[in-house]
């Protein structure tokens, strides 16, 4: 589930937030990649849209999440919504 | 006070004919009838509209410019282009001498529109944080001025179908007060929008003949006017700044004139007389007498009323009859981009010696008897001075006075 999103967030870093896509990868935080603030609350829209998974308020604190980390919690957020 | 011509040492264009002036002085110069965009959905039933082909990194590179407003991207194709021709390289440039200009009329129509779809289904929490940055009307300058370093002033002027042409006098104005020494001036707008077209077509102001001659400027048969959108960007110097350099001169702009008609929301007074104010106080501007000049680039949207107060207007003004032409035949009416388009379009008349044809126009309306439309294919002429006139909602008017 993890692989899944994190392939959907990838996608959404290049193609919504023109991420070059040989740095799109599971390594890269999120201001390696030059994802302002703004860029990070377009991804948090763009997740809950694509799969459900809601971030919620925790965006000012996710700059220094890799990617692979920022779908782990996605993954965490979408079971802690399914058991809610 | 500083006097003197501000010259035009760079162009660049985005139409419905294509990208770069040369494809859209083309279409023009051939009078050709655009089809418009295969595959694109009806943007308003029974009614032609001429979008601009979509396009890609290769037209537009840079990071952050793919889901812009079209308005925006538009713009920024432009004013890419303008910057190249004029030899200038903003890497090096001192930008606090260098200001940007951009008229629009609507902004980012259809990403306001688009978001609005999301919030009616998923709520506020589905709309995007890029909503704002993507649509807002002073965006095109603010994207402009960061990809070139521009940190002089950045305007934006709002004057309906005028905007255009207004840019280009205000930018005029930047270099002759001395505020700068570079002014980058840009006409843009992306209209081709179903609510767009919708609301104008509840105007009655759209073309209802769903064919590829609707825009008939001055017909004796025109039904309104057939929307576009696009861009037209200028650089524009001093005289003596573009001559030091050596600088490419693709003409200059003697004078403008902005006038507002104070009389209806959007029909323009029936005597013309804000607009013949306008082209007089550009003439007077530039210092010249009506029958100095060679050419008239008109408004001309093909919407019954426009064309029937400025036709009157230009034989009233110029009684020496100057050939007249009005591009939106072939483009259709961009809106807040066609002041620009239309002014570089009439720097391309002046250079070549050539008056392109009033597309689809085959007789013009008896009431304008004594226009001396041009019509069918080009004619060759000598010209030296040329106005371009821009009429809006509102009732702002603009006229400039283009030499070679």
């Known amino acids: 589930m993890s692989e899944n999103l994190q392939a959907t967030i990838i996608k959404i870093l290049v193609e919504d937030l023109e991420v070059d896509a040989e740095q799109a990868t599971g390594d890269a935080t999120l201001a390696e990649l030059d994802l302002d603030s703004l860029a990070i609350a377009e991804l948090v829209v763009r997740l809950k849209e694509e799969a459900g998974a809601d971030l919620g308020e925790e965006e000012s604190s996710m700059g220094s999440l890799t990617v692979s980390g920022l779908a782990d919690l996605a993954v965490a957020a979408k079971s802690g919504e399914q058991a809610a | ?404």
């Not at chain 2, 890029?130 to 002089?152: D, K, W």
């Not at chain 2, 905007?163 to 270099?175: H, K, P, T, W």
């Not at chain 2, 006017?225 to 960007?233: C, H, I, Q, W």
Request: glycine share 12%; charged share 20%.
């Open chain 2, 1 to 404: 006070m500083r006097t003197g011509a501000a010259v035009v040492t760079g162009a660049g264009m985005v139409t419905a004919a294509g990208i770069g002036v040369d494809e859209t002085w083309k279409a023009v110069r051939e009078g050709r009838s655009l089809t418009g965009v295969p595959d694109r959905p009806a943007d308003v039933p029974e009614r032609h509209c001429l979008p601009v082909a979509p396009f890609g990194k290769d037209v537009l590179p840079g990071r952050g410019t793919a889901h812009l407003d079209p308005f925006i991207r538009y713009a920024l194709v432009a004013v890419d282009q303008a910057l190249a021709e004029s030899g200038h390289d903003p890497r090096s440039w001192d930008g606090r001498r260098v200001g940007v200009v951009v008229g629009c009329g609507l902004g980012g129509a259809g990403t306001m529109a688009a978001a609005q779809g999301r919030l009616l289904d998923g709520g506020a929490a589905a709309v995007s944080p890029y909503v704002h940055p993507r649509s807002l009307i002073n965006m095109a300058a603010g994207t402009v001025a960061i990809r070139h370093g521009i940190t002089g002033p950045s305007h934006t002027v709002v004057a309906a179908c005028a905007s255009g042409a207004v840019a280009i006098g205000v930018a005029r104005d930047l270099l002759r007060t001395g505020a700068c020494d570079i002014v980058v001036a840009c006409g843009t707008d992306a209209g081709v929008v179903p609510v767009v077209a919708a609301g104008f077509a509840a105007m009655g102001a759209l073309s209802d003949a769903d064919a590829l001659d609707a825009s008939r400027p001055f017909a004796a048969d025109r039904s309104g006017f057939v929307l576009s959108e696009g861009a037209a960007a200028v650089v524009l110097e001093r005289e003596e700044d573009a001559r030091r350099r050596d600088a490419p001169r693709l003409g200059s702009v003697l004078g403008h004139g902005c006038t507002t008609d104070a009389h209806h929301p959007v029909q323009p007074h029936p005597d013309g007389a804000g607009a013949e104010a306008a082209v007089r106080e550009a003439l007077a501007d530039a210092r010249l007498d009506a029958r100095d000049v060679d050419h008239v680039n008109a408004h001309g949207t093909s919407t019954p009323y426009n064309d029937r107060v400025e036709g009157r207007l230009i034989n009233r003004v110029f009684p020496h009859r100057p050939p007249v032409t009005a591009n939106k035949g072939v483009l259709g009416h961009s809106l807040g981009a066609a002041g620009a388009v239309e002014a570089v379009l009439t720097l391309r008349s002046l250079g070549a010696g050539v008056v392109p044809p009033t597309a689809h126009t085959r007789s013009v309306d008896p009431e304008l008897s004594g226009l001396d439309l041009v019509t069918g294919r080009e004619r060759a002429a000598d010209l030296r001075y040329a106005v371009s006139t821009s009429l809006g909602f509102g009732g702002a008017n603009c006229a400039l006075v283009l030499g070679t």
